[in-house]
Structures are given as structure tokens and as C-alpha cells.
């Protein structure tokens, strides 16, 4: 059973930064790719960023390329999600997933609010 926490968001002011912690449990973190969606109200979840098992490959948005970073610790089944300048437009709840390839096992999510 695999099981998703997130952390780390909370209320920034425009141009600031946080990071989200993503801890998994269940022995196959270190074999899955590793991502983040968000949900902003009323829109769809979209994609922002994904990790593949071994942290040589990564993927993001064009909408927080140059502003987000995505990292992995295999030995801590974590992942971590440094997000900077960021923007009123970056208000979500983020959710991070795993799977082998595409999103299998969700968190629960937690708020990043920017405030302009």
C-alpha cells in the first residue's frame, strides 16, 4: 500500500518562495516516477512537474519552468518541490502522485496561496 504525504504550503506573498515535501511510503519509491498536479478552484488539475526514478530526468510545465524545481532522495522516499518567484496565478492545492509511469497513488494535497 502506498501512501502519499505532502507539506510545506502555505500563504506567500508574489515574488516568494516554498518548498513542498512529498514523503511515500511502501517499497517502490525508489522505482517510480515521481510528480506533482495542482487544482486552482474552479479549474482543472494540471500538470506541474515529474521526476523519473533515478532524478536524471525531469519534466515541467511550461507555466513554472526557470520557477520550480523538482528533486528526489531515494533514500528517504521524498520528494521535494522548490517552488520561487512565484505568482498570484501559482494559487493551488497541490497534489503529489506516483507510478510508474503516469499518476497510480495520490496525497491528499496541500495549499499554496500567493497573495498579490
Known amino acids: 500500500q502506498v501512501q502519499l504525504v505532502e507539506s510545506g504550503g502555505g500563504l506567500v506573498q508574489t515574488g516568494g518562495s516554498l518548498r513542498l515535501t512529498c514523503v511515500a511510503s511502501?517499497?517502490?519509491?525508489?522505482?517510480?516516477?515521481m510528480g506533482w498536479f495542482r487544482q486552482a478552484p474552479g479549474k482543472e488539475r494540471e500538470f506541474v512537474a515529474a521526476?523519473?526514478?533515478?532524478?536524471?530526468?525531469?519534466y515541467y510545465a511550461d507555466s513554472v519552468r526557470g520557477r520550480f524545481t523538482l528533486s528526489r532522495d531515494n533514500a528517504k522516499n521524498t520528494v521535494y518541490l522548490q517552488m520561487n518567484s512565484l505568482k498570484p496565478e501559482d494559487t493551488a492545492m497541490y497534489y503529489c502522485?506516483?507510478?510508474?509511469?503516469?499518476?497510480?497513488?495520490w496525497g491528499q494535497g496541500t495549499q499554496v496561496t500567493v497573495s498579490s
Open positions: 502522485y506516483q507510478g510508474r509511469v503516469y499518476p497510480e497513488y
Open positions: 511502501g517499497h517502490t519509491f525508489s522505482s517510480s516516477t
Open positions: 521526476i523519473s526514478w533515478s532524478g536524471d530526468s525531469t
